[in-house]
């Protein structure tokens, strides 16, 4: 019987004698070629492309890009100079490779196919970080199976995801495709989402592995500026950075994809730390690294490479098994292991781990895709609904005074302003490669379900978008710099004033974050504050919905507001799931994975800091109330929403928090219960929270860390005790040596609806 979830990170008697068959008959250039990774297109013009984009947009209609595919692709396959390919989800483009391949060099060794479907392929899902805002891995699970069976369907059986960087810092626009700041939790989304990626009994009968990236510590840059340096402690990466990797290769992960960053002065691309000393020798893990796009080339421009040489030679070195797009393996490998610069086993090595993974795939007994399969998977029904569904949960409700929300049905003349409540491309986020605007949801379409006839709100754009192809950069925020994106408060007002409720919809642009996509200002842009100021002194409820790539700084708008909901980039079902909330047919549930600050001043500001020698009390203090104390003078400490939070449109009472035994021994587990009820008028789900603080250390412990955390769904008056169990081993971290460990101590525990409310218990760790 099929296993439910494939491994591919095992060592397995008979894949390794096959493998060894293979690397017996393979000579120097066909092993190179299996290091080597290409893109079936030609390089393309930029200057082109962006006069095409102009051209389309003057017709009226919109740009598509279709890059040109190389002449010499089938030529490079049948002469094995290339053991994967990337970047499409053309299935007879694919196939058409694959058979060059299979029936065209010498060996028939199959290429694998990557692709980045990051939260989706064609139904495209909430942005990653809005999905960990569920709290619901089981769901998330799902969410990647859906993704791989498209993915598949088109012929890719690689995924360059899930990213589990741990991020803290908004500005950094990768932070939308993460689960947000918390070492734990990324770690458990993250193998909920491999889980979901390498799910088995796919409709193709094909098989995806994912690639957790990027290895590591990415999401550490300096400045929260992509691709910028990465100057973190070690203790810092093996307690923080590290643990999610760990987590998704524990899950069955066969592939990693390196980063961009230098660590400590080495890039990761040619760092043999992480790639030798801790993924193969400590953690004894099997499976292979691919490096990011062109990252071997990029050596040089970090300055640690002569030459293109000179990069190979150092990455095979450190541990890097495939070279993505740069060819520098192609050009210069077989030349450096003929000088002596390189040894035969190296490359025999990685090739070994190549290989492996393709026999894992299944990929010598089914190398081919059926072509017409896509189109009985592409768009399914039920996929449709796991997406609303993610929508749903991921929404994060912030702000709801007096109740405002749910609207009731009788809630008069309501007024949708904002050009993003008509607008489908955005909803996709960004890293949405293969969706399609039509697939799409808008917000007015979803309100449409619930106010039609003469009750269908009136809709006034108050703002224009600006008009660009998707990752073209940004306008200038301040004042819509291209001369596009303008202003029309009067008509906004004028619809405020003769309705009863207003609805904004608010915030970034797809393009706006992602890869190569930091901000500095992470304030609302195109002048929306000033829409939003004149929306305000109307006087009337005001209902804001905020569509974005990560968390933003807006503590005007949240004293503006009455009503305030982060609905993300919420995919193709975002519209539905908007109008779903802001009626009442779902009760959010959402709660936050990031912190959001008050100020770019704040960051990074995240749950997990350390104490400090001079710490102060409560959140933080302002204007010398605590002098000499590790405080700003002008705003408080804590952030203006903090990690875990969210809030429903019903209540939930704590009582009555348990620790089992108050003091264990090292090979033990903490106990703890808590009662939750429901002490509202709707039925809800709560994300019950627990946290663990480790009083006195070798080292300074942060103030809380996340150990557990479940969620409950609860009727009005019903209560349920809900039961933690965290293994003692669980509680540590890095010492003085740099070993892990549990240190006997005094502890403290919290159970709560997020980072800085809840009940507090103690218990002690006792040595042996």
């Not at 009994?201 to 990465?230: F, I």
């Not at 003469?454 to 200038?476: E, H, Q, S």
């Not at 992470?522 to 569509?547: F, H, I, S, Y």
Request: proline content about 6%; aromatic content about 8%.
């Amino acid at each position: 019987m099929e296993e439910p979830v494939a491994r591919y990170d095992q060592i397995d008697p008979t894949v390794e004698a096959r493998v060894d068959d293979l690397l017996g008959r393979m000579t120097l250039a066909e092993k190179v070629g299996q290091l080597v990774q290409i893109t079936p297109f030609a390089p393309f013009d930029v200057a082109k492309m962006e006069e095409q984009a102009r051209l389309a947009e003057a017709e009226g209609r919109p740009f598509v890009f279709e890059p040109e595919v190389r002449a010499d692709l089938e030529e490079l396959i049948r002469a094995g100079r290339a053991g994967s390919i990337f970047g499409t989800a053309d299935v007879a483009l694919i196939n058409r490779c694959r058979r060059a391949a299979v029936e065209g060099s010498r060996l028939g060794i199959p290429l694998v196919v990557g692709n980045d479907v990051i939260h989706g392929l064609r139904t495209v899902f909430p942005i990653p970080l809005a999905e960990a805002s569920t709290w619901d891995p089981p769901l998330l699970e799902q969410a990647a199976r859906v993704a791989a069976e498209e993915a598949s369907a088109t012929g890719t059986d690689w995924i360059f995801a899930p990213m589990v960087d741990v991020a803290r810092d908004p500005r950094w626009g990768r932070i939308a495709e993460g689960a947000g700041e918390d070492s734990y939790l990324g770690g458990v989304m993250a193998q909920a989402r491999v889980r979901g990626f390498q799910a088995a009994g796919l409709a193709s009968g094909q098989r995806v592995a994912a690639c957790p990236k990027h290895y590591v510590a990415y999401g550490g840059a300096e400045a929260g500026r992509d691709y910028n340096t990465v100057d973190i402690s070690e203790r810092t990466l093996r307690d923080v950075y590290l643990p999610p990797f760990k987590a998704a290769f524990d899950a069955g992960a066969g592939t990693v994809m390196s980063s961009f960053n230098e660590i400590g002065g080495v890039p990761a691309t040619c760092n043999a730390f992480i790639l030798t000393t801790v993924l193969r020798d400590e953690w004894q893990w099997a499976g292979m690294v691919v490096s990011d796009y062109e990252a071997v080339r990029e050596l040089l421009a970090h300055g640690v490479a002569a030459d293109l040489a000179d990069a190979a030679r150092r990455s095979i070195l450190a541990g890097l098994d495939m070279d993505m797009v740069s060819n520098a393996y192609a050009d210069h490998l077989a030349a450096l292991v003929d000088a002596g610069q390189v040894p035969i086993a190296a490359v025999d090595e990685a090739v070994r781990r190549v290989l492996r993974l393709k026999i894992r795939l299944g990929l010598f007994e089914h190398p081919y895709t059926d072509e017409e399969i896509a189109g009985k998977v592409i768009l399914r029904d039920d996929f449709r609904e796991v997406a609303l569904r993610v929508a749903q949960e991921s929404m994060v409700l912030l702000k709801n005074e007096g109740g405002l929300l749910p609207l009731a049905a009788d809630a008069g003349r309501v007024a949708v302003i904002g050009a993003l409540a008509d607008n489908r491309r955005e909803l996709l986020g960004c890293w949405a490669f293969h969706g399609q605007p039509e697939d799409v949801e808008t917000v007015l379409e979803g309100l449409g379900a619930y106010l039609e006839g003469d009750r269908a709100p009136v809709f006034v754009p108050g703002y224009t978008l600006p008009t660009k192809p998707a990752g073209f950069p940004v306008p200038g925020e301040a004042d819509g710099a291209d001369g596009k994106a303008t202003l029309d408060i009067p008509a906004a007002v004028a619809a405020a004033r003769e309705a009863d409720v207003v609805v904004l919809v608010a915030g970034e642009s797809a393009d706006m974050s992602g890869e190569a996509h930091s901000r500095a200002h992470l304030g609302l842009p195109w002048r929306q504050q000033e829409l939003l100021d004149a929306l305000a002194a109307t006087g009337k409820p005001l209902v804001v919905v905020l569509m974005s790539g990560r968390p933003l700084v807006i503590p005007r708008v949240a004293e503006q507001a009455t009503a305030l909901l982060a609905a993300w980039h919420g995919g193709i079902r975002a519209g539905r799931a908007i109008a779903d909330i802001l009626f009442g047919a779902v009760n959010p549930s959402g709660k936050l994975t990031a912190s959001w600050p008050r100020t770019e001043g704040q960051i990074p500001v995240y749950y997990a800091h350390k104490n400090t020698g001079r710490p102060v009390s409560g959140s933080g203090t302002t204007q010398f109330e605590e002098a000499f104390k590790s405080t700003y003078l002008d705003v408080p400490n804590a952030p203006l929403f903090p990690f875990g939070y969210g809030l429903s449109y019903t209540t939930f009472a704590y009582r009555d928090l348990a620790v089992a035994q108050r003091r264990l021994g090292l090979d033990g587990t903490l106990e703890v219960s808590v009662v939750v009820k429901n002490s509202g008028k709707h039925a809800g789900d709560e994300v019950v929270q627990l946290y663990v603080r480790d009083l006195v250390g070798s080292v300074s412990r942060p103030v809380k860390e996340l150990k557990a955390f479940q969620r409950v769904s609860l009727q009005p008056g019903e209560e349920q005790t809900v039961r933690f169990a965290v293994p003692v081993r669980d509680l540590g971290f890095h010492g003085l040596d740099m070993r892990y460990t549990v240190e006997p101590g005094a502890f403290k525990v919290w159970a709560g609806p997020n980072a800085v409310e809840g009940l507090e218990g103690d218990f002690e760790v006792q040595g042996d």
